[in-house]
């Protein structure tokens, strides 16, 4: 008799979802622009307490849609190169309600310096740049995906909630 995969059982590995982000050193992100159109980027990024930080320059697609607030999501994802199954690679995606910072507030100054420390002396310079911007991804909710049968619905805490199960996995 054939085993279909909702009749396998397979053990969900525990939860890493901090050990992910703190092994990455940028964030990709998911925006979309006025006309509905996605673009696709990444950046450098601080995590302070649940929320990250970008530096960002209206260069960049990417900036005008964050700057206006439109829906974003953001990726953590581990590397390929130490992935032993590329179709269960761990991740962690999570909407984000974005927001800018002003570069010369209170939060700005912190945020520029601890991008200074984690990024290096090239934050000094684009962060006196006019066209870069400070952005605040705060999370609303996400998914954590460690393997197969191992996906987990995610806060924004960044904590897990609850054992995705079943939930949008059945075959269509």
């Given at each position: ?9 397979i ?42 930080y ?81 952005i ?37």
């Amino acid at each position: 008799m054939n085993q279909t995969h909702t009749e396998k059982k397979i053990k969900p590995v525990a939860p890493k979802v901090q050990e992910l982000i703190n092994a990455s050193k940028s964030v990709i992100l998911a925006t979309v622009d006025a006309g509905g159109n996605p673009n696709s980027s990444y950046a450098p990024f601080v995590q302070l307490d649940h929320t990250f930080y970008i530096l960002v320059s209206f260069m960049a697609k990417h900036t005008k849609n964050l700057a206006d607030g439109r829906k974003t999501s953001i990726m953590f994802i581990k590397d390929e190169s130490a992935t032993k199954q590329i179709y269960a690679r761990e991740r962690l995606t999570i909407e984000a309600a974005t927001s800018q910072i002003e570069k010369d507030s209170e939060i700005g100054n912190i945020v520029v310096a601890k991008l200074r420390k984690t990024h290096g002396k090239v934050v000094e310079v684009i962060s006196e740049m006019g066209d870069f911007i400070l952005i605040a991804l705060q999370p609303v909710k996400g998914s954590y995906v460690n393997g197969f049968g191992s996906a987990y619905f995610v806060d924004a805490n960044l904590e897990i909630v609850e054992h995705r199960n079943d939930v949008n996995h059945q075959a269509k």
